[in-house]
């Protein structure tokens, strides 16, 4: 290991290898707490070169390292957690976080791993343009991390997901070889491509270094709405409208009576209206060159199924309305801490079709184990973020409510990736070719399981 180390220090910098305990700690476990380790050293490469040095460097020493960026990854997949106990580095890519120039011809920029979704928003916006992909950890989560998970949010009804946004990666293989192009082509047809395989590898495959991303239009007027529906079903008809009458449309989120009375204890505040007990709310964004108030308005009174609604255009009333969607993760870690116990997460996705039966399975099993559920997530993609407080049998709990979601013909992850935390449920959602294809690409390309082993339950 000290030779190890001796290496990594000529890579990078000797101010850039941390090894004490108190600099590690922050880097060693994960944002909720559930998923922690301990890791030889932490190293901070500031270039795509200093990368491939450390990557060698742990190549000749047959040391493993995991990718971390932001670190708010929610399945363990950023913290070192070696299967079999083997010493580990983490590389974290925060420094690669320049922001080329916003090219408006293109509508495209070019970024480092290591940039946040914030920074690149705000760069963007300054040119009357916006990054795709939003989600509450933007202050935080990067690029890569982004990348890595094939991370979704808020906006995915309108502009897909992380994968969608890529026209060019740069990254580093196991070999130290760097692979990619950040030429930004709309258009090419050239056999295998790489922002195709690395999005959603979560490390295992290369370490990401910088990316050429699509921009899109920031709207001058954007609004927004809380609207209460009676049923989980209702809500997929008020979607199903307001998907024909509303060109506007960049978020369609769905919070669960629970989840909004856990947020607005946590906030302080109550919100304007609220679902009955069977019922839910939806927060709902518009975003269009002229004001689009009327056209949500009007298509939310012809909407079968609507309650009650309020809309608002004002830039401080939205920021209050968005709260109540956008913390409810933070509420739930306050009262996870409040109780001494980590929140056990299933982010899960089903045909929207198939929502309130996945809402009446999960509510069953929670309520079969004795915990608390705190459900929200993005109504157009049928995907709901479980969150479990007090959980007792969480394999249980896994096993019943994933099941539900594959038998539903849905997923086991919906946008958090699969980490460590959903490596042993895959075979619910992949079959025995899948997986073993899968394992063919990992060892080809890392044959040495030397990025992320165990993740995505590959290596290790
Ligand atoms: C409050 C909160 C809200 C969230 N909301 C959402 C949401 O709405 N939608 C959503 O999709 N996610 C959400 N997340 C999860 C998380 O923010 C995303 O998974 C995010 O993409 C992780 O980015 P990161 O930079 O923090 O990555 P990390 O947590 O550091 O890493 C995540 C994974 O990516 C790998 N990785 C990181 N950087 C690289 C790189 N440069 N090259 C290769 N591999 C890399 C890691 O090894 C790890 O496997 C939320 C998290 C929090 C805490």
């Known amino acids: 290991v000290q030779a190890l180390l001796q290496d990594l220090r000529a890579a990078v910098g000797d101010a850039h290898v941390l090894v004490d305990d108190d600099q590690r700690t922050g880097y060693e476990v994960d944002w909720t707490g559930r998923y922690r380790g301990a890791a030889v050293a932490v190293v901070r490469p500031g270039s795509t070169a200093e990368v491939q040095a450390v990557v060698r460097s742990c190549s000749t020493h047959g040391v493993a390292l995991v990718p971390q960026g932001g670190n708010t990854g929610l399945v363990g997949g950023s913290v070192p957690r070696h299967p079999t106990g083997a010493p580990t580095i983490v590389t974290s890519l925060r420094r690669l976080a320049r922001i080329g120039d916003i090219d408006e011809a293109a509508l495209q920029v070019t970024v480092g791993a290591g940039a946040t979704l914030a920074a690149v928003a705000a760069r963007a916006r300054a040119s009357s343009l916006d990054l795709p992909v939003d989600f509450a950890a933007r202050d935080s989560a990067t690029i890569g991390g982004a990348i890595a998970t ?176 956008d913390r409810i993760t933070e509420a739930v870690a306050a009262e996870s801490t409040r109780i001494g116990t980590p929140t056990f997460k299933l982010d899960v996705a089903v045909p929207v079709e198939r929502l309130a039966d996945l809402v009446v399975e999960a509510s069953l099993a929670a309520d079969a184990d004795g915990c608390r559920l705190i459900a929200f997530g993005h109504l157009a993609e049928g995907n709901l973020h479980l969150n479990h407080l007090g959980a007792r049998d969480t394999s249980q709990l896994a096993r019943r409510v994933l099941g539900a979601a594959a038998e539903m013909g849905g997923t086991i992850s919906a946008e958090h990736g699969i980490g460590v935390a959903k490596t042993e449920y895959l075979p619910m959602i992949r079959n025995e070719a899948e997986l073993a294809s899968s394992r063919a690409i990992k060892s080809a390309l890392d044959p040495g399981d030397l990025l992320n082993p165990g993740v995505l339950g590959l290596g290790g």
């Open 150 to 325: 094939n991370a979704g949010g808020s906006r995915v009804v309108r502009f897909g997901t992380m994968r969608h946004q890529v026209l060019g990666v740069e990254a580093v293989l196991a070999s130290g070889d760097v692979v990619g192009s950040l030429a930004g082509l709309p258009k090419e047809s050239a056999g295998l491509h790489w922002p195709s395989i690395l999005s959603g590898s979560e490390g295992t495959l290369a370490i990401v270094t910088a990316a050429r991303l699509r921009l899109v239009p920031h709207y001058a007027h954007t609004i927004t709405a809380l609207v209460t529906v009676p049923t989980v079903s209702d809500a997929g008809r008020v979607l199903a409208h307001l998907r024909a009458h509303v060109s506007s449309l960049d978020a369609v989120e769905v919070v669960l009576p629970e989840a909004l009375d856990l947020v607005a204890e946590h906030l302080g505040s109550a919100p304007p209206i609220r679902p009955s007990t069977d019922g839910l709310a939806l927060l709902i964004d518009c975003a269009a060159p002229v004001d689009p108030t009327a056209e949500l308005t009007t298509a939310l009174e012809a909407s079968p199924k609507v309650v009650d609604c309020v809309v608002t255009a004002d830039a401080s009333q939205r920021r209050a309305l968005l709260e109540f969607r």
